[in-house]
Every structure is written in structure tokens, then in C-alpha cells.
């Protein structure tokens, strides 16, 4: 019986993982309550049920409560409190080479890494450009010239990259 109170506790832990309600947890918690009983008295089932039921009782109604209100509190903490996506929407940052559309991407330098990058626009944007981040699709990052000038000429893009592909210095 032992091993039977073990199984359940782990599935309702599995349950309560995908759902965050806080009826399954409790639940684990008096199947493992009851895994001790059975490991002293094997044949008390009764008395393993009600101790199961009892703790899951109790964790339901008097500690539920106050773990799934801490727990689901939408109040912002800051950049950790939007999410990740949240928290880069909004950066201004430097593009580090050409971007463009989704089939000519660049980089942009956010947070000290090196981030991919496609133009909002479709046009694409030169190198040493300050830019906003204004969504993010995935782990690519959309973005909009900041002062809004006109698109770069062709063969400034051109003179922005290197051929390896190593940026260039800007003044």
C-alpha cells in the first residue's frame, strides 16, 4: 500500500504542475501523509485514508488560499513582472549591422548580447542606428528607427558590413 499512496502523490504532483490550481498539491501531500501511516501500520487503510483526506482538507481550505493569492499576484516587480517579452518591447537600442526584413535579419546589441533583429518596417535600417524594440516574434526582435529619417541608400547598407561580416566601427 505503500508504494500505491507513493504513485498517487507523484501523479497529483505531475497534475498540479500543468495546472497550478492548488487542489492537487494538497492532495500529493495527504497521499504522502498516508505513505507514512502505511509504512507503519500496512493494514490500518482506514485509518490511511483518513489521514489522507485530513491533510488535504486542511492544506485546501486553511493554506490554498494564501499560497494561490501569493502565487497569482499580477502586480508588476519591475522587468521580472512583465515577462521577458514585456521587459524588451519598449528598449531603445543600436543596431550592429544591416537589418532588414525577415529574409535579411540583422543584430542589435541588448543587455550586453547580441540579439536578432528584423526592421518593422521592411526597410532596412543601417548599422549605428539607434532603434526601439517594438514586439517580439520568437527570439528575433522587431525594430523601428528611432528618429524616423528616411531609409538608407543602397550602397550605404553596402558600406556598413564588412565581407566577413565583422561590424564596422562607428564614429
Known sequence: MVLAWLVLGVVLLA???RHFAFYALFGAAGCFAATLV?????????????????VAVVGILAVRPLVSR????????????RGVAGTL??????TLDVVGDLHCTG???????????????????????KV???????????????DGGPPALPEQLANDQSPDGADKEHP
Open 89 to 94: 518591447v519598449g528598449e531603445e537600442v543600436l
Open 70 to 81: 501569493r502565487f497569482h499576484q499580477h502586480e508588476d516587480h519591475g522587468p521580472l513582472g
Open 15 to 17: 497534475i498540479e504542475m
Open 38 to 54: 502505511a509504512a507503519v501500520a500496512p493494514s490500518a487503510i482506514p485509518a490511511q485514508v483518513a489521514v489522507a483526506v485530513a
Open 132 to 146: 526601439l524594440v517594438t514586439a517580439v516574434q520568437g527570439t528575433t526582435l522587431v525594430v523601428w528607427p528611432v
Open 107 to 129: 543584430h542589435v546589441r541588448l543587455a550586453g548580447e547580441r540579439w536578432l533583429a528584423t526592421s518593422g518596417s521592411g526597410t532596412p535600417i543601417p548599422s549605428g542606428t
